[in-house]
C-alpha cells in the first residue's frame, strides 16, 4: 500500500514570519532597547520552559495555572522538593519522584519573578535580602486563546521592562516615561497616543466602600470593569447585573448579579472621569469619591505623587493622563497600572475603519516574588505587545522599512564557480551581504526572477567573455527599474543598458559599495 503522504499546514494561532516582518520586528526591538539601556536597565533573557507552579495563576480570566497555558509533563522524573529544597520520602524513605508540569511561558514578568526568588533563596529555606534588579527582555510568549480575532496569535512577543526592589511609586511614574519616550522614539507622534494610570487601590477602596471583601469576586469586577473601551456603560452595567448579549456573536455573556445599588456605584466610579481633562482635575473628580476609605486615600496619594513626578519632568496631559477605569487584566497587579493606548485609525482589507486599542501596559505587582518566597518584594514594570505594536506602525506607515536581500552573483556558467564564490567573499569581507546563486534553473530570466524574490539591490553577471577580458557587470536594480519606466524602445535600451556596468574585475568591490551608496 502506497504511503499517505502528510498536509503540511501550521498550528492554528501560530504563523510563519518572513524576512521583511522580521527586519521590522528587529527594526523595534532595536529601538525600543536603546531607550531602555538609556535609563539603566540590562538585557536579560529567561527560559521558553517553566515550572507550572512557578508561573502561578496569574492570566485573566483563568482559573488554573495549566488553563489558557500550554503544558504537558515533564519526560524526565524529578524529586518533588519540600520548601528548604530538600527530597520528600516515602515511608521506606525513598526520594518521592514526579513527572512535573511543565510550562511554555506565557509572560516574561513571572519567569523575571522565578529568576529574582532563585537569586534570593540560599538553601535551607533562607533568603538572601531583596536588592534592587533591573532588567528588559523580549521574546515569544504562548497563550491558549479560545478566540482568536484578527491580529491576535497564541505566539507572540513581547519586550518588558522592569524593576524590582522599589517600593516608591516615582518607579511607576518612570515607566510611564519609559513608555512614552518608547513609543515616539518609534515614530508615534505626541498626540497620537496616550499612557493612561490608574491604581488598583482605588478599586480595593471602592470595593471597602460597597462591602466586597470576597477576592473573587472583585476580581471578576475588575474584569468587567477592564472592558470599558469595549462594551461601554451599558455594558458594564449588563455584565455587573444580568448579563448581556454579545452583538456580533449573539452568544450570551452571564452576569455577576450584583445588586443595582452596587451596579450603578460601580458605574458612576467609571463614568466620573470622563470627558475630564488634566489630572489634577480628574484627581479632584475622585476625592469625594473614595478619599473617605484609607485604601482609596492611600490609592489617590498614589496617584498625585505620580502626578507631580511626571509634571516635574515635563510629561504632561498630552502624554499621560489617569483614566480610573484601567484595571489591567492580569491577576498579579497590586498598585498603580498603566497602559498605552493608541488614538489612531486605518482602513481593513474590506475598507472598514478600525482602532488598535491598548498596545502595551503594566503595574506594579509587590505580590509576585511573595507567592514564590513568602517576602516581601516590590517590583513594578511595563510590556510592549510587539507584534501587536508592529501591526500598529506598518498599517499606519509610521515604521516604513524597505527589506533588502543581498547582491546576488549570476552563474553564467558551471566552469567558473569558484570565481563567483571569490565574488561573493570580497563582498562580504567588505561588509556588503552577497549570495551566489546556487538554483536548478540557469536561464538568465529565472535568475532574474530570483534576484526580484530576494530583492537584491545589485547583480553581478560574468561569463567567459568577461573573464578573458579581466571584467565583469554590474547592475543596480533598483535604478535599473527606475530608469527603465523612462526608456520608450528597444533601441535605447540596448545602447543605455540602464544602470549596468562593465568594470575591470578589481573594481567590483568600489563599483558596487558605489551603486549601494546611492
Known amino acids: 500500500m502506497k504511503q499517505r503522504g502528510l498536509i503540511p499546514r501550521k498550528v492554528k494561532g501560530f504563523r510563519d514570519i518572513d524576512p521583511a516582518l522580521n527586519e521590522q520586528r528587529n527594526r523595534l526591538v532595536q529601538v525600543a532597547s536603546k531607550v531602555y539601556r538609556s535609563y539603566g536597565f540590562e538585557h536579560w533573557d529567561s527560559p521558553i520552559l517553566e515550572y507550572a507552579e512557578c508561573l502561578g495563576k496569574y492570566l485573566p480570566d483563568q482559573d488554573t495555572a495549566d488553563e489558557g497555558v500550554y503544558s504537558f509533563r515533564n ?31 506565557y509572560d516574561l514578568t513571572a519567569p523575571l519573578a522565578r529568576k529574582y526568588a532563585e537569586e534570593l533563596w540560599t538553601g535551607s529555606g533562607q533568603t538572601k535580602s531583596p536588592t534592587l534588579f533591573r532588567r ?62 490608574n491604581t488598583r487601590n482605588l478599586h480595593k477602596g471602592l470595593f471597602e466602600k460597597l462591602g466586597i471583601s470576597d477576592e473573587g469576586v472583585a476580581r471578576d469586577v475588575l474584569r468587567v470593569i477592564d472592558k470599558y473601551d469595549k462594551i461601554g456603560e ?80 515635563d510629561y504632561l496631559d498630552d502624554r ?53 518566597l513568602g517576602i516581601k518584594v516590590p517590583a513594578t514594570g511595563a510590556s510592549i505587545g510587539v507584534d501587536r505594536l508592529l501591526e500598529l506602525l506598518r498599517q499606519t506607515q509610521q515604521l516604513e522599512i524597505a527589506a533588502t536581500g543581498p547582491v546576488l552573483i549570476l552563474v553564467m556558467d558551471q566552469q567558473y564557480m569558484l570565481e563567483y564564490q571569490k565574488f561573493a567573499k570580497e563582498l562580504r569581507q567588505a561588509g556588503i551581504a552577497a549570495e551566489v546563486y546556487y538554483g536548478q534553473k540557469s536561464k538568465m530570466k529565472a535568475q532574474m526572477s530570483y534576484a526580484d524574490q530576494r530583492q537584491a539591490p545589485v547583480v553581478v553577471i560574468a561569463g567567459g567573455n568577461e573573464f578573458e577580458q579581466g571584467t565583469v557587470s554590474v547592475k543596480d536594480l533598483r535604478r535599473g527599474k527606475e530608469l527603465s519606466d523612462q526608456i520608450t524602445d528597444r533601441s535605447q535600451w540596448l545602447s543605455d543598458k540602464p544602470a549596468q556596468m562593465e568594470v575591470p574585475r578589481a573594481d567590483l568591490v568600489a563599483t558596487v559599495k558605489g551603486m549601494l551608496s546611492d
Open 320 to 372: 499621560v493622563v489617569f483614566d480610573p477605569s484601567i484595571a489591567r487584566g492580569l491577576a498579579y497587579y497590586t498598585g498603580p497600572v498603566f497602559e498605552a493606548v493608541s488614538k489612531l485609525e486605518y482602513r481593513d482589507a474590506s475598507g472598514k475603519v478600525r482602532g488598535f486599542g491598548a498596545i502595551c501596559g503594566g503595574g506594579r505587582y509587590d505580590g509576585l516574588v511573595e507567592k514564590l
Open 136 to 197: 528588559y527582555q523580549y521574546g515569544p510568549v504562548y497563550r491558549f486563546e479560545a478566540k482568536l480575532d484578527p491580529g491576535r496569535y497564541r505566539e507572540f512577543w513581547q519586550m518588558d521592562f522592569d524593576t524590582v526592589g522599589a517600593s516608591d511609586v516615582a518607579s511607576d511614574a518612570e515607566a510611564c516615561c519609559i513608555l512614552s519616550d518608547t513609543l515616539e522614539a518609534l515614530g508615534l507622534a505626541r498626540g497620537s497616543y496616550e499612557i493612561r494610570v
Open 75 to 105: 519526560p524526565e522524573l524529578e524529586p518533588i522538593l519540600d520548601m528548604k529544597g530538600n527530597g520528600l520520602r516515602d515511608s521506606s524513605n525513598n526520594v518521592l519522584m514526579d513527572n512535573h508540569l511543565l510550562s511554555l511561558r
Open 234 to 313: 451599558a455594558g458594564i452595567a449588563a455584565e455587573l447585573g444580568e448579563g448581556r448579549v454579545d452583538p456580533l456573536s449573539k452568544a450570551k455573556i452571564p452576569g455577576l448579579g450584583m445588586p443595582l445599588d452596587q451596579v450603578q456605584t460601580l458605574v458612576n466610579y467609571v463614568q466620573s472621569c470622563i470627558g475630564v481633562q488634566g489630572r489634577e482635575n480628574v484627581l479632584a473628580r475622585l476625592e469625594p469619591l473614595l478619599g473617605d476609605t484609607p485604601t482609596g486615600r492611600f490609592g489617590l496619594d498614589e496617584l498625585q505623587r505620580i502626578h507631580e513626578i511626571l509634571n516635574g519632568l
